[in-house]
């Protein structure tokens, strides 16, 4: 059965704050023009279905990224 909740429960919530919380320690959060970049340190334990759900939801262009061995999350409004 589908879960019903909608993936945006409080439209006014502040995106960063919300990513900060759900991503924790296992990566970076910085704010850039207005987007985010997220470190992703442990790719593991890394939230990667919850963030992109907060992301795509609220209409951001998401990329992902690898410089060397470490991979980023790239969100542009």
């Not at 429960?9 to 704050?17: K, M």
């Not at 790719?43 to 998401?62: H, I």
């Amino acid at each position: 059965m589908a879960d019903k909740t909608p993936p945006v429960i409080n439209p006014s919530a502040d995106v960063g704050e919300y990513l900060a919380l759900v991503v924790g320690e296992t990566g970076t959060l910085q704010e850039a023009m207005g987007g985010y970049r997220i470190a992703v340190h442990h790719t593991g334990a890394f939230p990667w279905d919850e963030v992109f759900k907060v992301l795509l939801y609220r209409d951001f262009r998401v990329f992902v990224t690898r410089r060397k061995a470490d991979l980023f999350i790239e969100a542009q409004p």
